[in-house]
Each structure stands twice: as structure tokens, then as C-alpha cells.
């Protein structure tokens, strides 16, 4: 069965640190691959989404994420975090279905 | 576009009563989806509509649960009898073109049953 893994569970930064979580997803064959932001009390929004081309992919508020099709991962990153960025964080993947399978979510706390 | 759209916002409701939530997708969009999100098990996919047609509803967790959508701009999750442990955030998502699209979230109803 097609999984996401998200190996950080919680993440605590100072201000101006780097940022970077992993996702892993089990699936041989073509996938699209998102990354979505969950602020405190709101709904999900997407942060950016990789269905094909250029595998370093940028989205909104200074995030990129790179696709490694080798390893299996999409990790999000962002080179200097603001408290503003603190949120939850998800991956999910599409496999050939009509689904999203989402990993369980990386909780990001950004101190000033 | 106004975005997916969720009422009510705040359910509050006793043990044993009816719990009906509704979502209206944008519209355009033909892929609709139901999440259930608790802090225990994260973010769960109950039931998916394509072109208002319930497609997998293998997520629903039991006949409690029900879903409906009888059209393109109107669906309803409904509980009945609503227990305590259905206490959670349900959102409502929907898509256009395909399900591996990019899925719209609504702003979610929290569900506290006493």
C-alpha cells in the first residue's frame, strides 16, 4: 500500500535558522508530490506542488522542495525561518489514484 | 472564487443526537473529499465524490456515517447517533480536472461531542 512518512514529528527553531523535513513516500511509479501548511486554527493551503520537470520546485513564502526519485523524498526547505512559519506541515502524494495520501505531519515551532 | 465553504464552523452537541455538516466546493470543480483531523490520527480521508458519485468510502469508520452529495455544488457528512470520540475537525476539499490535482481545503467544522 502506497505510504508518507514524515520522520520529524516536532520541530523547534530559532529565528533566521534553516529549515528541513523530510518525506518519504513508498511507490515505484510516477507520482505527484505536495507539500501543504496548516497555521494554527485555519484550514490546509498549499505550499507547492511537483508533478514533472525541474525536481527543485519553489512555492510560497521562500520554500522550495527537492524531488529525489532515487531516495524517495521530497523534502521541504527553507533557508531562514520567521515565527510566522510556525504551523504543521504536510506531504502528500499521488499515486495513479484519485486519492492524496498524506503523511502524519510535522509540527514546526519558530521561536524570535 | 470564495473558496470551499463549511458550516457550521462550531458543533457542540450530546451523545446520541444527529450531526449534519455541510460543504459547497467550488464550484466547477468535480472531485470532492471529506477528512476527518485528530491529534491521535492526523489526517484521514473518509469518503470521495467524482462528479457527485460516491467513489471510495472506505475511510468511513462505521455506519454512523454517512455522506451524500445530490449536486455539484452541495454535499453533507451526517453522523447519527454522534459519540464522543467523533470529536474532531472535518474538512472538506475539492479539486477540478482530476483527484491528483491540487485539493482545496475548507476552513474545517470542529465537531466536540459531550
Known amino acids: 500500500a502506497q505510504s508518507v512518512s514524515q520522520h520529524n514529528h516536532h520541530v523547534i527553531l530559532s529565528e533566521a535558522a534553516s529549515l528541513e523535513l523530510g518525506c518519504n513516500y513508498s511507490?515505484?511509479?510516477?507520482?505527484?508530490l505536495f507539500w501543504y501548511v496548516q497555521y494554527p486554527g485555519q484550514h490546509l493551503q498549499l505550499l507547492l506542488k511537483y508533478f514533472s520537470g525541474d525536481p527543485l520546485v519553489k512555492g510560497i513564502k521562500g520554500f522550495e522542495a527537492e524531488f529525489i526519485k532515487s531516495k524517495f523524498s521530497f523534502n521541504l526547505r527553507k533557508p531562514s525561518v520567521q515565527w510566522s512559519d510556525t504551523a504543521e506541515y504536510f506531504c502528500?502524494?499521488?499515486?495513479?489514484?484519485?486519492?492524496?495520501?498524506f503523511g502524519t505531519g510535522t509540527r514546526l515551532q519558530v521561536f524570535p | 472564487d470564495a473558496g470551499v465553504i463549511q458550516s457550521p464552523r462550531h458543533e457542540v452537541t450530546e451523545m446520541g443526537q444527529e450531526v449534519t455538516l455541510r460543504c459547497k466546493p467550488i464550484?466547477?470543480?468535480?472531485?470532492l473529499f471529506w477528512y476527518r483531523q485528530t491529534m491521535m490520527r492526523g489526517l484521514e480521508l473518509l469518503i470521495y465524490?467524482?462528479?457527485?458519485?460516491?467513489?471510495?468510502d472506505s475511510g468511513m469508520p462505521e455506519d454512523r456515517f454517512s455522506a451524500k452529495m445530490p449536486n455539484a455544488s452541495f454535499s453533507t457528512l451526517k453522523i447519527q447517533p454522534s459519540e464522543p470520540r467523533d470529536s474532531a475537525v472535518y474538512f472538506c476539499a475539492s479539486s477540478s480536472l482530476s483527484g491528483s490535482n491540487e485539493q482545496f481545503f475548507g476552513p474545517g467544522t470542529r465537531l466536540t461531542v459531550l
Open positions: 511507490y515505484g511509479g510516477t507520482v505527484n
Open positions: 465524490f467524482n462528479n457527485n458519485v460516491p467513489i471510495d
Open positions: 464550484s466547477g470543480h468535480d472531485y
Open positions: 502528500a502524494v499521488n499515486a495513479n489514484t484519485d486519492k492524496l495520501i
